[in-house]
């Protein structure tokens, strides 16, 4: 299915799995907007990459787990593109240590970029999305919510929430035509597992992945673009 004339905002599109997700979205046609915390060379790299499908890529630069810059995220993004018709938050990042070893400002910190994150974004864009009567919002989980993590409790925790937080909203907007959804991705090769040691690498790729093959960003763009499309992801 194209998504031609569909107005998409992704959070955290500057790297990894958010800019795979722009690209593979510009690719079907859709125009987006990219949020990152920098304008640095992963943000030029993913705008060119966007421009090399033939469309516009406009970035506004904030930090989201900050309820009045998610805001003006969203604000700048329906401005820009006239409109939004897909939220993705796929911000965030690594987030080791035990209970012991995680201090209360990590946890906090945590917390805000994933959760309270996606409470501001959706709270910021449903309003503008409402009156199209169809719309997507993807966030994006983890197996690590899922299953008990060794020295990863703020991380697991927040992506254990991510689904229920999805559960919810998606009854509360389902009379409005808006989808939501989350995906959950395990191992993906992205710079947040550049320090897995071999040993553990190996130890994955023969008892924890079926296939026996790390996931790529890709994977995950393609099945958000099931998602946005309204379709299953098999």
Known sequence: MNLHGKRALITGGT??????????LARQGASRVINGRHHDQDAAATRRAVEREGRTCALIVAD?????????????AASSLGGIDVLVHSAGGPSW???DECLPEQWRATIAVHVDAAYFLCRA??????PNRNGAIILISSAAGIR???????YATV???????TRSLARDVADDN????????GVIRTRFHEKMTPEAKAHNLAGRIPLHREGTPQDIA?????????????
């Open 15 to 24: 790297k990894g799995i958010g800019a795979a997700i722009a690209v593979d």
């Open 148 to 154: 008990g993590v060794p020295g990863a409790i703020a």
């Open 159 to 165: 992506k254990g929430a991510i689904p229920q937080f």
């Open 97 to 99: 240590g035990t209970i």
């Open 222 to 234: 393609e099945a958000v673009r099931l998602l946005v499309q309204g379709q299953r992801a098999l």
């Open 178 to 185: 808006i989808r939501v959804n989350c995906v959950a991705p």
């Open 64 to 76: 989201v787990a900050r309820e009045g810059e998610a805001a003006r995220v969203v604000q700048e």
């Open 125 to 130: 864009a449903l309003p503008i999305m409402r």
